[in-house]
């Protein structure tokens, strides 16, 4: 009897221990979030904003590059196209350009939610920069928009792995890289005016990425901050959810300065953001401001600050994240200026 108890016991402290190996660990929003990592930003931003991308200027050999390595990025992560099975690319004839640049390209990929697949997220960053100077000097962009770049990719491939794990999006959210930002948001408004892969009826915020990774002097030796613009024009649902996501997850210092109406430098009616928020997209345009190497090829990837980058890169993630498996859509309460 001793033998058969001993033995009945041992049989359920096995089964107990299969069933628990075999159990998938519950994962919640933190653990992708821990996937975006400085070691990654860095990696891929010293091969981007590399002298082998020329930079990047739109048009140009150098752009062409860039748009393969972002492409392999999602065809690495089998993150797919909404274009065409295989085809990133959304081409934009020369005529478009006004005589400004070639043709070029937006990158395009997303991941297709899971309850309201035709409500959709987009975050964007603009793949361009402004290529050699006349004296050969190659101007790297590490910065503008390197870091806006790479912090989509690694944004990706955390939604990829929550998709993987059973925990995919609600929503839709595109991944869009555009093209000839730096001579007149082209890119963003040839998606946004000419050919939405989504329409913008059904877009519900858009979440622009361009620049965020320096440290402006305003905030020399201070701790991690980012500008917000633009999150409170059209809807003052978005502002409370950026504020709430930022509060309960990172707690960066949000400095609100160059959203105000009369500030000089205009800065929301200068990123790609724009072509969103004058359609009645709600937007977040997230910027760390100037700083001595804008536009010149000082702007390198030895002087980011990657453990900021991963921080702020994190930060999108998860308000993206939240925009994207809310019960409702943030609600537009104000009309595009």
Request: aromatic fraction near 10%; proline fraction near 4%; charge should be negative.
């Amino acid at each position: 009897m001793k033998k058969l108890g001993f033995l009945l016991c041992a049989a359920i402290l096995l089964a107990s221990c299969s069933s628990s190996h075999n159990k998938k660990e519950k994962k919640d929003v933190t653990d992708y979030a821990k996937t975006i990592t400085q070691s990654e930003l860095k990696e891929m931003l010293y091969t981007y904003a590399s002298d082998e991308f020329e930079g990047r200027e739109t048009g140009e050999p150098g752009q062409k590059k860039a748009i393969e390595f972002i492409k392999k990025h999602y065809v690495d992560n089998k993150i797919p196209s909404p274009i065409a099975d295989g085809d990133y690319f959304q081409d934009i004839p020369e005529s478009y350009f006004n005589g400004r640049a070639k043709a070029s390209e937006n990158v395009l990929a997303f991941i297709k939610g899971s309850e309201k697949p035709d409500e959709v997220i987009v975050i964007s960053a603009h793949l361009d920069h402004i290529g050699i100077s006349s004296d050969g000097a190659i101007n790297n962009g590490a910065d503008d928009d390197g870091s806006g770049t790479v912090a989509i990719l690694e944004i990706a491939e955390a939604f990829k792995i929550a998709e993987k794990d059973g925990n995919g999006p609600k929503r839709s959210i595109l991944f869009l890289h555009v093209t000839g930002e730096e001579i007149g948001l082209f890119g963003s408004r040839y998606y946004t005016d000419v050919d939405p892969v989504f329409p913008l009826a059904n877009t519900v915020a858009n979440l622009n990425i361009d620049m965020i990774g320096r440290v402006d002097p305003k905030h020399e030796n201070g701790d991690n901050y980012l500008y917000l613009i633009g999150s409170d024009k059209l809807s003052q649902e978005l502002h409370e959810v950026s504020e709430a996501v930022n509060k309960k997850y990172v707690n960066l210092e949000l400095d609100y300065t160059y959203n105000d109406e009369n500030d000089p430098n205009r800065f929301y009616y200068r990123s790609d953001h724009y072509n969103f928020a004058k359609n009645n997209v709600p937007v977040i345009f997230y910027f760390n401001g100037t700083h001595a190497d804008y536009h010149r090829p000082s702007d390198t990837p030895d002087k980011i600050n990657y453990e900021f980058l991963e921080t702020r890169t994190q930060l999108i993630f998860y308000t993206a994240w939240e925009l994207a498996n809310r019960d409702e859509r943030v609600k537009v309460d104000l009309k595009a200026s």
